[in-house]
């Protein structure tokens, strides 16, 4: 088993529509998680991050946390055509305030929001 | 800022060379992060440091892999000797740790091609 699993996809939604990203973890002492979009042929960047249960939102874009499921998502509200992109869950063992740790990458479900 | 710079970005060698790639961190980061990303295995920490120091080289392959860190504005990743299996694009990354956010910023990427 995978430490960080997400399926693959490709996932297609209309434009405008949500899109739903799901990340599970098996590390139970798993303290940070973040998601990261990666455009074809560009590196990853940051887009959120999330350490308490619940929902935390930025914008269109909503994380959301279940610790106890081990279970971590990214909703896109109004999907646009540049949402296309690959969308990589990462997790870490470190806390807020410890140094910089290893982070675990899933390996990314592709978007694609059709016009 | 110029952000994380790696050279080459593109580099072609034969098997059995020895291949050095760079990486300039985010000035005043104290933390460094090499990756290797390919279709197969995605997206894998290979080594990380912390104020120069290696905390975590794990993820190194095996002993034809080297890092080194000899001051907090520049990092080697060094293969000798290199496989076709070595074939990947290489990213680094750079965080400070103290925000607590770990927030993670990777250079462009080298995409390195063994014949």
């Known amino acids: 088993q995978k430490e960080v699993e997400q399926n693959s996809g490709p996932l297609s939604v209309p434009e405008g529509a949500i899109a739903s990203l799901n990340c599970t973890y098996s590390?139970?002492?798993?303290?940070?998680f973040f998601w990261y979009r990666q455009y074809s042929g560009k590196s990853p960047e940051l887009i959120m991050f999330?350490?308490?249960?619940g929902d935390k939102e930025d914008g269109r874009f909503t994380a959301q946390l279940n610790k106890a499921s081990q279970y971590v998502s990214l909703l896109i509200r109004d999907s646009q055509p540049s949402d296309s992109a690959t969308y990589l869950c990462a997790v870490r063992r470190g806390t807020v305030n410890t140094n910089a740790g290893k982070s675990t990458f899933g390996d990314g479900t592709t978007l694609t929001v059709k016009p | 800022d110029a952000g994380v710079i790696q050279s080459p970005r593109h580099e072609v060698t034969e098997m059995g060379q020895e291949v050095t790639l760079r990486c300039k961190p985010i000035?005043?980061?104290?933390?460094l992060f090499w990756y290797r990303q390919t279709m197969m295995r995605g997206l894998e920490l290979l080594i990380y440091?912390?104020?120069?120091?290696?905390?975590?080289d794990s993820g190194m392959p095996e002993d034809r892999f080297s890092a080194k860190m000899p001051n907090a504005s520049f990092s080697t990743l060094k293969i000798q000797p290199s496989e076709p299996r070595d074939s990947a694009v290489y990213f680094c990354a750079s965080s400070l740790a103290s925000t607590g956010t770990d927030t993670q910023y990777f250079g462009p990427g080298t995409r390195l091609t063994v014949l």
């Open positions: 000035s005043g980061h104290n933390s």
């Open positions: 590390d139970r002492g798993s303290q940070s």
């Open positions: 440091f912390n104020n120069n120091v290696p905390i975590d």
């Open positions: 999330i350490y308490s249960n």
